[in-house]
């Protein structure tokens, strides 16, 4: 009887070992939470204004414009452990990801931040792009080879640096209209692309090769490269990726507007912008709602494509939820938030 005791307490005392261990053992899964709301019409910790424009007159007015976002905890440098991947599940406020969602096997944490740290500057040029295009201010623009695979047709022939002026004969739009003439093809088929380099025009044709998602490339990255007539400086610290696009573009025009945007209404929203105003989808809004109403915001605008995101949220009952597709969209929606007239477009459950 005493053996058959300690062999129970000793196999209950392994099980607990075991089930204690595999509860901070680390998993491959990243938690999404509330993150931080920048109010882009406001100040800096230091006290600047979020968005500074030189070079032209400006406005401050009331109310908020806010971007908001989504923190990351997990990843390669610093995985979960099975209890805090519990508690994220059981919480309403937080979401489990598979790890890979944010940092792929394939490419490191450095990359990943990278990357993002560039999507934000392209996501505060495009929306500087959208913002003067709204308010019919004129600016000039050029597509530009930012970056060149080694390994793709375009290797030895486009350059970093080369201005873009012509697809097939057809004069260059910008980067998104560029990457989506190349596309207009069947992979493996031509392409002639024509280039400034150095003062010189340079004509070169290529084959097309096969994307990940089955489109035509020639493997390169192409950005814009506008000539704005003045200055405008974004300041969020080390906040990183495209989803503020839009909320820069609004915070950009009652920056430059004599009349503010929202009246002292507290607004946030998400979502990436382009060059031509279009608003496009996003990840983290049920968190992103989260933070909105934390900031005190009264309304919420989010892109068309994310609308099915929104009833998940904790928060989705203490907002006010308002989609849009386009920036101008976005702009009359403030407006009947500010007049009271008319009705906001909402999104509605599948």
Same mark, same amino acid.
């Given at each position: 009887?005493?053996?058959?005791?300690?062999?129970?307490?000793?196999?209950?005392?392994?099980?607990?070992?075991?089930?204690?261990?595999?509860?901070?053992?680390?998993?491959?899964?990243?938690?999404?939470?509330?993150?931080?709301?920048?109010?882009?019409?406001?100040?800096?910790?230091?006290?600047?204004?979020?968005?500074?424009?030189?070079?032209?007159?400006?406005?401050?007015?009331?109310?908020?414009?806010?971007?908001?976002?989504?923190?990351?905890?997990?990843?390669?440098?610093?995985?979960?452990?099975?209890?805090?991947?519990?508690?994220?599940?059981?919480?309403?406020?937080?979401?489990?990801?598979?790890?890979?969602?944010?940092?792929?096997?394939?490419?490191?944490?450095?990359?990943?931040?990278?990357?993002?740290?560039?999507?934000?500057?392209?996501?505060?040029?495009?929306?500087?792009?959208?913002?003067?295009?709204?308010?019919?201010?004129?600016?000039?623009?050029?597509?530009?080879?930012?970056?060149?695979?080694?390994?793709?047709?375009?290797?030895?022939?486009?350059?970093?640096? %080369?201005?873009? &002026?012509? #697809?097939? *004969?057809?004069?260059?739009?910008? /980067?998104?209209?560029?990457?989506? =003439? +190349?596309?207009?093809?069947?992979?493996?088929?031509?392409?002639?692309?024509?280039?400034?380099?150095?003062?010189?025009?340079?004509?070169?044709?290529?084959?097309?090769?096969?994307? %990940?998602?089955? &489109?035509? #490339?020639? *493997?390169?990255?192409?950005?814009? /490269?506008?000539?704005?007539?003045? =200055? +405008?400086?974004?300041?969020?610290?080390?906040?990183?990726?495209?989803?503020?696009?839009?909320?820069?573009?609004?915070?950009?025009?009652?920056?430059?507007?004599?009349?503010?945007?929202?009246?002292?209404?507290? #607004?946030? *929203?998400?979502?990436?912008?382009?060059?031509?105003?279009?608003?496009?989808? +996003?990840?983290?809004?049920?968190?992103?709602?989260?933070?909105?109403?934390?900031?005190?915001?009264?309304?919420?605008?989010?892109?068309?494509?994310?609308?099915?995101?929104?009833?998940?949220?904790?928060?989705?009952?203490?907002?006010?939820?308002?989609?849009?597709?386009?920036?101008?969209?976005?702009?009359?929606?403030?407006?009947?938030?500010?007049?009271?007239?008319?009705?906001?477009?909402?999104?509605?459950?599948?």
């Amino acid at each position: 009887m005493f053996r058959r005791a300690m062999t129970l307490i000793v196999a209950l005392a392994l099980l607990a070992g075991l089930a204690v261990g595999g509860y901070f053992l680390p998993v491959p899964y990243i938690v999404a939470s509330p993150g931080l709301a920048v109010n882009t019409i406001g100040e800096t910790e230091g006290e600047e204004p979020v968005i500074q424009v030189d070079g032209r007159k400006t406005y401050t007015h009331e109310g908020g414009l806010n971007m908001v976002t989504v923190q990351y905890t997990g990843g390669p440098q610093g995985r979960m452990d099975l209890f805090n991947l519990v508690r994220a599940w059981l919480s309403p406020n937080e979401s489990v990801l598979p790890e890979e969602a944010v940092f792929p096997p394939e490419r490191s944490v450095e990359e990943v931040s990278e990357e993002q740290s560039l999507e934000m500057e392209d996501s505060q040029t495009a929306a500087t792009a959208a913002a003067l295009t709204e308010l019919g201010i004129d600016y000039e623009n050029e597509t530009v080879i930012a970056d060149v695979d080694e390994d793709a047709p375009a290797a030895g022939k486009l350059e970093q640096g %080369d201005t873009v &002026t012509e #697809v097939d *004969g057809e004069p260059a739009g910008s /980067n998104d209209e560029v990457a989506e =003439e +190349v596309a207009d093809r069947d992979p493996g088929d031509d392409v002639e692309i024509t280039v400034e380099r150095d003062g010189d025009t340079e004509r070169f044709e290529m084959p097309t090769t096969e994307s %990940d998602d089955g &489109t035509a #490339v020639v *493997g390169v990255m192409v950005a814009n /490269n506008p000539d704005f007539p003045f =200055e +405008v400086d974004i300041s969020v610290g080390e906040i990183g990726g495209p989803s503020a696009g839009m909320m820069f573009a609004l915070g950009i025009m009652d920056r430059l507007s004599p009349e503010g945007l929202t009246d002292g209404q507290a #607004v946030a *929203g998400t979502g990436t912008i382009t060059p031509q105003g279009t608003v496009g989808g +996003v990840s983290g809004v049920a968190q992103k709602m989260v933070s909105a109403q934390r900031k005190g915001a009264d309304y919420f605008l989010v892109p068309q494509e994310s609308c099915d995101q929104t009833f998940d949220s904790a928060a989705s009952d203490d907002l006010s939820v308002v989609r849009v597709s386009e920036l101008s969209e976005a702009v009359s929606a403030l407006e009947t938030i500010r007049t009271g007239d008319g009705e906001l477009p909402r999104c509605e459950a599948d």
